[in-house]
């Protein structure tokens, strides 16, 4: 009965001071979701070279997805031209932050940690972009759209269409769509369903749609695929606080290279959300872990998991992906011993309102 009460307490405490900060964040990807327009991605990060690389880091921050959901759009980044390099790094500094992590990182360990991790995510998938374009396995791409046949409109043998196609319709005079054959249109009208109108730009949303969109996105399609894994993350971030005591880690297991190689080990393989993880490395961080260890499992968590790595031998490579884990772990630990020997003292922990002391490593 103690251990229930002292869990529901922790629990109503957690949600208490990171209910508001979520809101926010919440909102702030529904605003993106509003602004950034379809296919913004595509154009920005195809190509090669260190500048895609670096706008892909940095795009990667504030766009609302997770672990999972950033594969299918780093995949399409892949195939849509953009280089292994720029795909890895929007792969990396996307599901390791965003709007909505920030806020709550901020509520429960204060603004010098909640700044670190956006960070430490830039400089993360930069280096392994750089470094995949650089030494990453080039893998057989998929074989491109064969080119039109002279005097055709993509088809290249117009005799055997079973269905009726611009290439297998009777020339018109009128109302071309760009494919010319001896001067004469492939059947081309302004008709509706005609291939002009399939390859007509399609028409750009009204501000109060944008409005509804970001909303719904924000408020309703986000929280939906949040909820089970922030439900996850709450519940067992309460049950640490109950029924570890507060420097239980610290003096059981120690600082220093240890906790942080053991969080990298807990990280990697499994499905962790940035935001749902959040208040497991704050229970954790109470009960005694250093704030450098946590971060270790913040940093290298939802930026690895077996989906992404199945993700990355496919798309990227096998050598590739083992540049992608090297990056990730070398930069998260890094990041975790700096963090302690030097900012350690600016942690600001919800739960006291205190500041709070930590060893050097």
């Known amino acids: 009965m103690g251990f229930l009460h002292a869990w529901w307490v922790s629990l ?3 949600i208490v001071e990171s209910g508001l900060w979520l809101i926010v964040g919440f909102a702030m990807a529904g605003a993106m979701h509003a602004i950034v327009p379809r296919g913004f991605l595509e154009r920005h990060l195809s190509g090669k070279g260190p500048w895609p690389i670096l706008k892909a880091s940095l795009l990667g921050i504030p766009l609302p997805l997770c672990s999972c959901s950033v594969i299918p759009v780093a995949s399409g980044l892949r195939r849509g031209g953009a280089g292994r390099g720029a795909s890895a790094a929007f792969a990396i500094s996307t599901p390791q932050t ?22 430490v995510a830039i400089v993360t998938a930069f280096l392994a972009g750089m470094l995949i374009e ?51 249109t492939c059947g081309c009208s302004d008709q509706q369903g005609s291939c002009c109108s399939e390859h007509a730009e399609p028409a750009l949303p009204s501000v109060w749609e944008r409005i509804r969109s970001g909303f719904r996105h924000g408020f309703v399609t986000m929280p939906i695929d949040l909820a089970p894994w922030l439900a996850i993350g709450l519940a067992l971030a309460a ?21 942080m190689v053991a969080m990298l080990a807990v990280g990697i ?16 961080v109470l009960a005694g872990l250093s704030p450098g260890a946590a971060l270790v499992l913040l940093l290298a968590g939802p930026a690895t998991n077996v989906a992404t790595l199945t993700w990355a031998i496919k798309d990227l490579g096998l050598r590739a992906t083992a540049i992608y884990l090297a990056v990730i772990s070398g930069v998260a630990i890094a990041a975790g011993w700096v963090f302690d020997a030097f900012l350690a003292s600016w942690v600001h922990l919800a739960e006291t309102g205190t500041t709070h002391e930590h060893g050097s490593v």
């Open 12 to 14: 109503w405490q957690l």
């Open 134 to 184: 650089r030494f990453g396995q080039p893998v057989e791409q998929p074989a491109a759209e064969p080119e039109p046949a002279p005097g055709g409109c993509g088809c290249s043998d117009t005799s055997n269409q079973s269905e009726k196609s611009c290439c297998s319709s009777e020339p018109k005079q009128g109302g071309s769509c760009g494919c010319h054959a001896s001067e004469q």
């Open 239 to 259: 049950a640490v606080t109950a029924a570890v005591p507060e420097g239980w880690i610290e003096s059981h297991i120690g600082t220093g290279l240890l906790p």
């Open 269 to 284: 393989p499994l499905y962790i959300c940035a935001t749902s993880s959040t208040p497991l490395a704050y229970s954790l």
């Open 98 to 119: 965003g709007e909505e992590s920030i806020p709550i990182t901020w509520a429960l360990f204060g603004p010098i940690y909640a700044l670190t991790r956006p960070v």
